[in-house]
DNA sequence: CTACGTGCAAACGGTTTGCATTTGG
DNA sequence: CCAAATGCAAACCGTTTGCACGTAG
């Protein structure tokens, strides 16, 4: 999957590895080769992967084959636990990006190659937080995914949208 | 889960019973037994279900175990298909929603008692549309869930909402 | 009569877990 | 040292599928 630069990083006083770092320290928990390996692969770019597009990537680097699948499950947990990772439900999968040092922001996914477009809006921000307040419901977060097409699929050859492909 | 009458249903022309026959006639499938009790359930009240509490729900009636497991499952398919249901994801299964004769609306969800409050919101609509446009991307449909705790949960004892239960 | 649908059991795919071994602090 | 983490293989859980039998039209 392509990275989407959309939007620009927001500053932030310490990297990813060592608020990584941090997390686990305070946790009592270690700082091992895989960990490190995993967050330095993660942060190297700004994309959208799942689960499997990490272990096969990393897989390519030198770093190779040395973390197993389960280890790279448990330390996507832990970085979304640390606030590190967002994960969201794409068709059945998880898919992550990155959270730390990067601005709220929404998708839209493309249902004929998949790929996610950032897009930001205070107006909706603004329509959830009243929404919330409406219904005396206290909002922690939000999810919101537009489906359609993208403007290079739409020039392409087509095959209906179904409404199965409906996040 | 607790019917949520948040919304008006908007009158329609014909019932849902109707509209399925239509689909499955027009496709040369057939109306069978389990195809009746399964949308005479799930068109009783308006709430939302996964497929287990389908399932469950379904077998204390006296339509009893007639429909089996993989039954319910290819019917949910050809009634989403059909038009008749949403199908939304939380938390890796399908939650399923009356789509026919309904009104588009999105949802709070409680993190604490999973329970899914309706809203309307026009201005969403608007913002979706406005979006779409200006990334040239061809919209077909939105999905937004705002996560956060109802006025109940909040008054209770708590529990932590972790970011893990973000859809 | 003959597809189409069903039920069963087994497969599936993404993710998690029990356990023996390795390793960080 | 020893608790925490890893890798392996197996379990898990929601959902789908192959196949022989049943049934709608």
Do not use: W
């Amino acid at each position: 999957m392509e990275a989407d630069f959309a939007l620009g990083a927001v500053q932030v006083s310490s990297s990813p590895q060592e608020r990584f770092s941090e997390y686990l320290q305070s946790r009592g928990k270690r700082i091992t080769q895989q960990r490190r390996a995993l967050i330095d692969h993660v942060f190297e770019r700004h994309d959208h992967f799942d689960a499997d597009e990490l272990i096969a990537n990393l897989s390519r680097t030198e770093l190779g084959d040395k973390v197993s699948r389960p280890t790279v499950y448990r330390t996507l947990n832990e970085l979304v636990e640390a606030g590190l990772l967002r994960r969201m439900n794409l068709g059945g999968r998880a898919v992550y990006e990155h959270d730390y040092g990067y601005p709220q922001h929404d998708h839209l996914h493309c249902t004929m190659c998949d790929t996610l477009i950032e897009f930001q809006s205070d107006e909706l921000q603004r329509i959830r937080d009243a929404v919330g307040r409406e219904h005396r419901f206290r909002v922690t977060g939000h999810r919101l995914i537009v489906s359609g097409v993208c403007q290079e699929c739409s020039t392409k050859r087509h095959r209906r949208a179904s409404p199965l492909d409906l996040v």
